[in-house]
C-alpha cells in the first residue's frame, strides 16, 4: 500500500463537483487542505482515495494505528471514490515528522570520497522537520552557500514505538519505506562537527512521494538507489551497501532514545556525491533533481535559487 498526504487541485475539483454531484465526499473538495490517502492502480494510471473519510486525520494517525488501521483500509478502499493523480497535489506524505534521524557514512565508498573514516556506531545527525518539502517542490538554494549538494537516501519510517529494541525485532517497529533527499550545504555543514543546521534549511528534505508498507516490500537490504540530474546518473548503487543495515540501525538508535511512530531514519547516502567528485559538483538553479529506488519510485524535484 502506499500512503501520500494530497491536497485537491481547484479546477479538478470542480470537475468532479459537476461530474458526480452529491456522490463526491467532502474531502475530495477540500481544495488545498492536505488530507491522507492511499495511491490505486486505475483505468488511466495511479488513482487517490480519500482516507480521511474512514476516520483518519492524516498519514501520521494511521501509522499510530497500527496494522487494524491498514486492514480498516484494505479493506473498504476499493470500493471509495477515487480521484486522478494528475488532478492533486501530493506532499511529503508526513509533513512535519516526530523527528528525522539521519546516518552518515552508512555506504564505504561514500566514506572514501568523503575522505573520512567510518565510526564503530552509527553516525548520527537530526534534519528539522522545517526542512521537509513534498514531491515536485523546489529545492531552495540558499544564498549563504556556495556549496549545496544532493544525497539519495532510503528512508526508514518507524510505526510501532519502542525503546531498547533488540536488532532482530526491528520488522515488529517498521511501518513502511520512502525516499529522501539529504540535501547538503556542505560549506555550512564542515564549518563544524555539528552536521543539524548545515542539513537543515528551508527545502532540504524532500520526502515521498509516498511511503510504501513493509509488506510490499520483500528485501530493504536489496533495492538499488540511484539520482539523476537533467537525465545525468550521478549515483547508483544498491541498500545492500549499507554498512549499518535497518536491524542496527533501529538497536542503536533506541538504545538511546524511544523510537516513536512517525519517526523516520534515513539511511545514509552511496557514492556519487557533488563534495566526492573532481571537480567538485555543487547543485545549481533550474536543475532537475530525481532519486529513485525500486520498489519505491521516483522524487522529483526541481532546484531554484533563493
Not at 532540504?204 to 539520482?227: K, N, Q, R
Request: hydrophobic fraction near 40%; aromatic fraction near 6%.
Amino acid at each position: 500500500m502506499k500512503l501520500v498526504t494530497y491536497s485537491v487541485n481547484a479546477d479538478a475539483a470542480n470537475l468532479q463537483l459537476r461530474t458526480l454531484g452529491a456522490s463526491v465526499p467532502a474531502d475530495l473538495l477540500n481544495c488545498g487542505v492536505p488530507t491522507p490517502g492511499v495511491l490505486v492502480s486505475g483505468a488511466e494510471g495511479e488513482e487517490v482515495v480519500s482516507l480521511s473519510s474512514l476516520g483518519f486525520r492524516s498519514v501520521r494517525n494511521i501509522i499510530q494505528s497500527g496494522e487494524q488501521a491498514l486492514d480498516d483500509i484494505r479493506a473498504k478502499v476499493v470500493n471509495a471514490p477515487r480521484l486522478p493523480l494528475s488532478s492533486v497535489t501530493l506532499h511529503a506524505p508526513i509533513p512535519r515528522p516526530s523527528r528525522i534521524f539521519a546516518i552518515g557514512l552508512n555506504y564505504q565508498k561514500h566514506a572514501d570520497e568523503s575522505k573520512m573514516a567510518v565510526q564503530k556506531v552509527p553516525t548520527v545527525f537530526m534534519k528539522l522537520a522545517s526542512s521537509v518539502v513534498g514531491p515536485d517542490a523546489p529545492i531552495v538554494l540558499p544564498k549563504i552557500s556556495e556549496q549545496p549538494d544532493y544525497e539519495a537516501e532510503f528512508g526508514v519510517v518507524i510505526g510501532k514505538p519502542g525503546y531498547q529494541i533488540a536488532a532482530e525485532d526491528w520488522k515488529q517497529h517498521v511501518f513502511g519505506y520512502t525516499i529522501v533527499n539529504d540535501v547538503s550545504a556542505r560549506d555550512i555543514q564542515l564549518a563544524t562537527s555539528q552536521w543539524t543546521l548545515g542539513k537543515s534549511f528551508p527545502s532540504f528534505c524532500p520526502l515521498g512521494p509516498s511511503i510504501v508498507t513493509a509488506d510490499e516490500v520483500a528485501d530493504p537490504h536489496a533495492l538499488d538507489i540511484s539520482l539523476t540530474i537533467d537525465g545525468e546518473t550521478l549515483q547508483s548503487s544498491n541498500t545492500s551497501d549499507l554498512i549499518f543495515k535497518i536491524p542496527a540501525l533501529i538497536a542503536h538508535l533506541s538504545s538511546l532514545t524511544p523510537l516513536e511512530a512517525g519517526d523516520i531514519i534515513s539511511t545514509g547516502t552511496p557514492e556519487g556525491v557533488g563534495l566526492g567528485r573532481t571537480p567538485k559538483r555543487w547543485l545549481k538553479p533550474g536543475e532537475e533533481v530525481v532519486v529513485t529506488i525500486s520498489g519505491l519510485g521516483q522524487l522529483r524535484n526541481r532546484t531554484v535559487a533563493e
